[in-house]
């Protein structure tokens, strides 16, 4: 079984910065694509960042020059660097992890960590 775990949330003001961080555990064969998804109240989920193993990344529109996404293949960690937060970056911030283990290749998913940008 794997399991992630997300720190690193917390309230802010406008205009500042936040750093989240996820580890994954457990029985670990591989590490495939990591990524960083949000749900803000009464919204789907949606992708804000990934990374791939080769540490390929992908943005959403809203996370583009703001957002940065690194992972620590040896460690098993992903970290969102959040910059100059809006009101509108408020939500539930998931990591979420394609994993080999020894079942195969798995959907590994964090309990999530809210982030609230505010005055």
């Known amino acids: 079984q794997v399991q992630l775990v997300e720190s690193g949330g917390g309230l802010v003001q406008p205009g500042g910065s936040l750093r989240l961080s996820c580890a994954a555990s457990?029985?670990?064969?591989?590490?495939?694509?990591m990524g960083w998804y949000r749900q803000a109240p009464g919204k789907q989920r949606e992708l804000v960042a990934e990374?791939?193993?080769?540490?390929?990344?992908r943005y959403a529109d809203s996370a583009k020059g703001r957002f940065t996404i690194s992972r620590d293949n040896a460690k098993y960690t992903t970290v969102l660097q959040m910059n100059s937060l809006k009101p509108e970056d408020t939500a539930v911030y998931y990591c979420?992890?394609?994993?080999?283990?020894?079942?195969?290749?798995?959907?590994?998913w964090g309990q999530g960590t809210q982030v609230t940008v505010s005055s």
């Open positions: 979420n992890a394609k994993v080999y283990d020894n079942t195969g290749l798995i959907l590994a």
């Open positions: 457990g029985n670990i064969f591989a590490m495939n694509d």
């Open positions: 990374i791939r193993s080769t540490g390929e990344t």
